[in-house]
């Protein structure tokens, strides 16, 4: 049973940094990319950065403030997050499996795995 597991969220003022894991176990995701999605109150779940072996991807929103990277051989991926903004304040959600050649491509329906969410609140 495949399982990914965030953690880092919490509490942070405007223009602080924060650092979130997901760390996944049940299978290894080798060559297949692993992200990050973003959920606020009365909005869809929105991307925000995607990485596999070939390097990252970034939305717009995020690029120049936020970092992904993986650790290949603890399978995880973490989500490193400077200059955060209020409008930054949602669940975020880890999630694994997208198998397209182009990671710029990945939607949300294509990643086969998903953790529970964890909370990022940016205060202004």
């Known amino acids: 049973q495949v399982q990914l597991v965030e953690s880092g969220g919490g509490l942070v003022q405007a223009g602080g940094s924060l650092r979130l894991s997901c760390a996944a176990s049940?299978?290894?995701?080798?060559?297949?990319?692993m992200g990050w999605f973003r959920q606020a109150p009365g909005h869809e779940r929105e991307f925000v950065a995607t990485?596999?072996?070939?390097?990252?991807y970034y939305a717009d929103s995020v690029k120049g403030r936020f970092t992904i990277s993986r650790d290949i051989a603890k399978n995880t991926v973490y989500l490193q997050m400077n200059s955060l903004l209020p409008e930054d304040t949602a669940v975020y959600y880890c999630?694994?499996?997208?198998?397209?050649?182009?990671?710029?491509?990945?939607?949300?329906?294509?990643?086969?795995?998903w953790g529970q969410g964890t909370q990022v609140t940016v205060s202004s």
């Open positions: 049940g299978r290894t995701f080798g060559y297949e990319a």
């Open positions: 990485v596999s072996w070939s390097g990252g």
């Open positions: 999630a694994a499996g997208c198998r397209r050649r182009a990671i710029s491509t990945c939607q949300s329906a294509d990643f086969n795995s």
